[in-house]
């Protein structure tokens, strides 16, 4: 069994692929482009656009049971 993980948090995307018994076969992250951001708010899209991109190279070969997806909430 392949679980993909998915971390969206403040300042990029991680993706990891991980096997029990195994451990992490795989990691991959990318910086958000500046663009997506005005130092208040951030692109939602434009991160989710990032977070699908670093998780489907993390994939590539292999076959995945389950996703794990993780986020960090901040408030003001």
């Known amino acids: 069994m392949h679980i993909l993980v ?26 958000y482009p500046a663009e997506l951001s005005n130092g208040i708010t951030q692109d939602a899209r434009g991160l989710m656009d990032v977070l699908l991109s670093v ?15 993780s986020g960090i909430w901040h408030s003001t």
């Open 6 to 31: 998915l971390e969206a948090s403040t300042s990029s995307a991680k993706a990891m692929v991980y096997a029990p018994g195994a451990g992490i076969l795989r990691l991959e992250s990318s910086r």
């Open 55 to 69: 998780g489907k190279k993390a994939c590539e070969g292999f076959e995945i049971s389950l996703i794990v997806l």
